[in-house]
Structure formats: structure tokens, C-alpha cells
């Protein structure tokens, strides 16, 4: 936990930032996510801010609601569920995976996502590197149970020479010179 916490607050508060700088006219804008649209994406954000709250809980998986327009507010939440620090313990009830993992989980949906909202909105987007090489280090190791489950999409080829962020982003699925 003492390592992991300032990595999801950083990247947390990232992500914050920019969902709070879309405009009302950006939500339907495209994102390098080719499921979603910016409003799409921000409540997949919603989504995983509650869920992973309740399973920082100790709680079930909960099913995703309607876009409300509260993704700071709800990753406050999130954050302060995982601050405990019984989050941290065994083996999550709700997604049968180390609490650990399910860490790492949202540290990967952060860096990512924050960069899918900054390119599909236009706005500045500089992932911690630290945060960055975590993540890649544990996509690496979960990236067939990811492409399984449905969360990441087929390698997308970067030059060996790439940066580490780069690489993150080819290893989930993403072109990291995606433009609208």
C-alpha cells in the first residue's frame, strides 16, 4: 500500500482534472477507445470508481448506472476506501483476484484513460513515469487474462525504441498516435 497509494492518488487526480476541463459539447467526441465516446468514457470511469470503492470495501462488483457527471467525486470516494489500510488484505470477494492486483487494476485504468480523455478532448496529458512502469510491469503479466476478459484489444505494434508509456499503451491495444 505505501508504494501504491501515491501512484493512485497522482494518477487519480490526473484523470480528475481533465473530466473536469470537458465541455458539455466534447461528450460525443471520439476517444482512442474505439467503444466509447467521451461521455461514454467518463462513465466507464464513474462505473470503475464505484466498483472499485466497493471492492476496496470488501463489497461486490456493482453493475454500471447511467453517466451522472461525477467522476471526481466518486474517485474521491474510491481513493478513500483504499486508503485503508484492510483494503489492502487478500483476496477480493467480488473479482477473485489479490487486492493487490485489483490495485494495480486501477492504476492501469487511470494513466490509460486519463490519456484517452487528454487526446480525444485536446488537452495536455503527461502520465507519472513511475506510475507508468508500474503499470506496464504488471500489464505485461496480465495481459492474456486482460485480452480474455475483454479489456484490452490486440497488441498494437511500437518501435522496440518507444517510450515505456508507448509500450504501455501498445500493449493493451491502444495506437499511441491515435488523433481524432
Sequence with gaps: MNDMMPLMTRATERTARLVRA???????????????????????????????????????????????????????????????LEAWEGISPG?????????????VDMVVHGWDLARATGQAYEPDPEAVARGLDFTIQMVEMGRQRGAFGPPVPVPDDASPFDHLLGTIGRNPTWTP
Aim: hydrophobic share 40%; net charge negative.
Design 22 to 84: 470537458v465541455g458539455a459539447e466534447q461528450l460525443g467526441s471520439p476517444t482512442p477507445c474505439a467503444k466509447f465516446d467521451v461521455k461514454d468514457l467518463i462513465n466507464h470511469l464513474e462505473w470503475v470508481a464505484t466498483m472499485f470503492e466497493s471492492l476496496g470495501r470488501n463489497g461486490p462488483r456493482v453493475e454500471q448506472e447511467p453517466y451522472a457527471g461525477d467522476f471526481p467525486e466518486r474517485a474521491e470516494r474510491m481513493l478513500a476506501a483504499w486508503s485503508r
Design 95 to 107: 473479482m477473485g483476484l489479490p487486492m493487490t492486483s485489483l490495485a494495480h487494476m486501477w492504476l
